[in-house]
């Protein structure tokens, strides 16, 4: 048994004071004082609790680009950021089309224990756009949802079709919304990009397949879930769409609003990404939609590279930000801690929401739950240090920013990790 004294913890949706005591992966008993012999006391004195992370837009890189990632990095990684479950993208080599990749991702990342891993299958053979996949046989296998994630299904009448079968299939359909008429840009489409010389993405080429998604969605009564969401455009049209009853859920990441384009002007290609990080009025929109409940998560969209990979002219970079480590304090900073949303809101849209659109069974901290919880010091500053990321991916444009809410240790099936 393991008792963790004196700290507070979220419970039913409010920050007490108590104690949680663990025994073989459950949290056997709650509340002030407890007396309980225990083999370890963790002393979570001016600590907060909060039930683990799940993490609903990762890439594990695992099989095919292990130099940039792999499950094993990966879950650690997501372990140290506070997440306790995480749901991997499809756009590996082979990508995840078919029931023994599932298989092998998920009883891979079980055996290793660091987190729970729930594979996202693809909704087209290879990526390529062309043929849906064996929908029924990755769901039976344990796919979570389908995305091309890396590349949209370009195509409305592959796409309409795709939305048809995972309704009868009973299973989630997430969208990478890019029109790649516009992919021969490298950053946003502005002031920055026109002061760098790099040429700009519109934010058209998000926000037309937001509403060509939505429009699919609302025509098949079905539903869609947008990744990473970074325009004013579509934050509105998501609005929009849901006051008509449209069934969209949307996701963005910390980066889509604790940065914006001005970021590029030092040529650091760790500030490329895909959408691109955008202008200051998309940011305020961002939060705006997360204020409002527009947006309903916050993921990572975890994309680790090799430091070759971004060791090149900004044209040529790979795009992504290794984000699991980071997260919770960029969202913590930005968000609670200015006044935006409270904690609890926070909870919801990093841990409860994901699980819910998912529709895997996500529990609180409470008797007889599974121990999945992190503990943090919300208070204290630390500077973020990329060099000491356990994932392989150092690749952040946020290195050396000071940020709040120091993440001590992870507990995840009664495994407790301490950092």
């Known amino acids: 048994m393991i008792l963790f004294k004196g700290g507070k913890y979220l419970k039913e949706n409010k920050i007490v004071q108590g104690d949680i005591l663990t025994d073989k992966g459950i949290i056997v008993k709650t509340g002030e004082n407890l007396k309980d012999k225990a083999e370890e006391v963790v002393d979570c004195k001016n600590l907060t609790i909060l039930p683990g ?34 749901a991997c993208m499809p756009n590996t080599n082979p990508v995840l089309d078919s029931a023994p990749l599932i298989e092998f991702v998920k009883n891979k990342a079980d055996k290793i224990g660091n987190c729970k891993v729930y594979p996202i299958g693809a909704i087209t053979k290879g990526q390529n756009g062309a043929e849906i996949t064996e929908m029924g046989e990755l769901k039976e296998s344990g796919a979570a949802a389908l995305s091309d994630d890396g590349k949209p299904v370009e195509k409305s009448n592959v796409m309409y079709n795709a939305l ?25 489409e502005g002031y920055s990009a026109s002061v760098s010389g790099l040429k700009g993405i519109p934010a058209a080429s998000e926000n037309i397949m937001v509403s060509r998604d939505i429009l699919l969605a609302e025509e098949l009564n079905t539903s869609v879930h947008l990744a990473h969401i ?32 001005s970021f590029i002007l030092e040529y650091d290609t760790n500030a490329k990404v895909n959408p691109p990080l955008r202008s200051q009025k998309d940011v305020e929109a961002i939060i705006a939609g997360i204020k409002d409940g527009t947006i309903d998560v916050i993921a990572t969209d975890h994309a680790p590279h090799h430091v070759n990979d971004k060791n090149v002219e900004f044209n040529y970079a790979a795009n992504g930000i290794s984000g699991l480590e980071t997260a919770f304090m960029l969202s913590y900073t930005n968000l609670v801690k200015v006044g935006h949303i409270t904690i609890e809101k926070l909870v919801e849209l990093t841990a409860f929401n994901p699980a819910k659109i998912l529709k895997i069974k996500k529990e609180g901290i409470k008797e007889n739950a599974a121990a999945d919880f992190f503990i943090a010091d919300l208070e204290k500053k630390v500077k973020i240090d990329a060099g000491k990321f356990l994932s392989k991916g150092k690749n952040t444009p946020f290195s050396g920013t000071v940020v709040y809410g120091d993440i001590k240790c992870t507990v995840y099936n009664g495994r407790l990790m301490k950092w």
């Not at 009973?170 to 021969?184: M, N, R, V, Y």
């Not at 934050?235 to 859920?249: E, F, L, P």
Request: hydrophobic share 35%; charged share 25%.
């Open 53 to 86: 992370l799940f993490d609903m837009h990762s890439h594990l890189r695992e099989p095919g680009f292990e130099y940039k990632e792999n499950i094993e990095s990966g879950t650690l990684a997501a372990a140290r950021g506070g997440f306790t479950a995480v």
């Open 230 to 261: 970074s325009t004013a455009g579509s934050v509105d049209i998501i609005r929009q769409a849901k006051k008509r009853g449209v069934k969209v859920t949307c996701e963005t990441c910390p980066h889509y609003f604790s940065a914006e384009d």
């Open 164 to 188: 048809k079968y995972a309704k009868t299939m009973g299973i989630l359909l997430i969208s990478h919304c890019e029109d790649t008429a516009f992919s021969d840009g490298v950053v946003n």
